[in-house]
């Protein structure tokens, strides 16, 4: 028998990997991206060929520069150890703003200047200065247009979802999804009233909050949080977590959840029973949850479903949608999820879709799951919504043994497509 006691690792194992050039730039994002969101629509305004007397292009630079330094400072109280929320407000704000203006800049700079020359204006200057008003005219609608679409309650999506292993006594089971409600440095207390005013009207079997329930931890958002107890379900309200409650002590939102009667799904699952048949709600931890080194949290599908009848189907929450490629292995019928937002604010959705397999909607994987992922309830940060409207979701649960009239009150039958904007 060789003993190994001795044996050392080549020296190709001992080294760490070497990161890839993307992975060293991607360290200098957070450098780079608020001189990029600030020097280019002032370039694209006011030092393109616009020739603005000399006051308008100091001051303008001067609150363009004012914008990339106090930004960053702004996130930074607002949102790092100090916490202060006013600054965040700003800090937030600023970042929305930002991206908006050089969206814009960079999708009218140059376009509607060869359109202008093909439509006959001569002057450099006067096709200079007419992208500048119009990139400030179409800013200005987007942030007032989606901050109104940002604080308002939310429209309740309807949809059909037939499920074809769903019993014949579960068909018309009533189940409505909010997630990723945000509160935050603005106070939504009378938002979040409003919110659980809505869900009530719905008659709701089952209602689910797939995480993202604040940014701050429950002791401080704890107002804003509360109107969720009078939510009403007649089966159960459930709640798993998202990424941004391990930002904010999340054993406290946890812990919160369960005082105000919702049923924290942590790695396990409940039955639902309705008409003599029965289905598996089962909840898992948010994929980050590990990474957070709280003691037990993880997401960990086989212990969410430890003891359940594999014939039985199976309804999971999952915070994020990227967690569906686990629940497809495992054969879940119906995965529900948030995280996206849809985007947001307009063409963010571009940057989501690299790191989701869904941005919106209802969508197919695998043989049998499929996964819905709402666009969120709430906001994150910049207090717009730009293209991406927020929601509020019932989803009627069809089986496949029970016929069904297309065009049914409760919406649209059946939509398979990913997306629905």
Sequence with gaps: MTDT???????????????????????????????????????????????????ITLGGTALFALGLVGMP???ARGHGRRQQDPAAIVGDTLLGTSWVLFTWSILLGVPLRLVLAV??????????????WSVLGITAVLLA??????????????????????????????????????????????????????????????????????????????????PLGTVRATRARVYVTGNHEYYSEAQGWVDLMDELGWEPLRNRHLLL????????????????????????????????????????????LAHQPKFVGQAAAEGIDLQLSGHTHGGQIWPFHHLVRIDQPALAGLSHHGTRTLLYTSRGTGFWGPPFRVFAPSEITLLVLRSPHLPHLDGAPDGPAHPTQAGDA
Excluded: K
């Excluded at 780079?32 to 007397?53: D, E, M």
């Excluded at 439509?119 to 096709?127: F, I, K, L, M, P």
């Excluded at 898992?284 to 430890?306: I, Q, Y």
């Design 273 to 316: 029973e309705r008409g003599g048949d029965t289905l598996v709600v089962a909840g898992v931890d948010d994929v980050t949850a590990e990474s957070s080194g709280l003691a037990g949290h993880r997401a960990h599908l086989a212990g969410a479903l430890n003891g359940a009848d594999p014939e039985l189907p199976v309804l999971l």
């Design 145 to 226: 247009w989606g901050y109104a679409e940002a604080r308002r309650v939310p429209r309740v999506r309807r949809l059909d979802v037939q499920l074809p292993r769903l019993a014949a006594g579960l068909d018309g089971l009533r189940v409505v999804l909010i997630t990723d409600t945000h509160y935050g440095p603005l106070d939504r207390t009378r938002w979040s009233e409003r919110v659980c005013e809505t869900v009530n009207t719905l008659e709701a079997d089952l209602v689910c909050h797939t995480g993202d329930i604040a940014d701050g931890t429950a002791a401080r958002r704890r107002a804003q949080a509360v």
């Design 119 to 132: 439509a006959g204006v001569d002057e450099s200057q006067d096709r200079a200065r007419m992208v500048t």
């Design 5 to 55: 006691s001795d044996t050392r690792p080549a020296d190709s194992e001992t080294q760490p990997p070497r990161q890839s050039q993307l992975h060293r730039l991607m360290r200098y994002i957070p450098l780079i991206a608020p001189v990029l969101l600030w020097a280019v629509p002032c370039w694209v305004l006011l030092h393109s060929g616009q020739h603005w007397p000399p006051p």
């Design 73 to 75: 400072l702004a996130m």
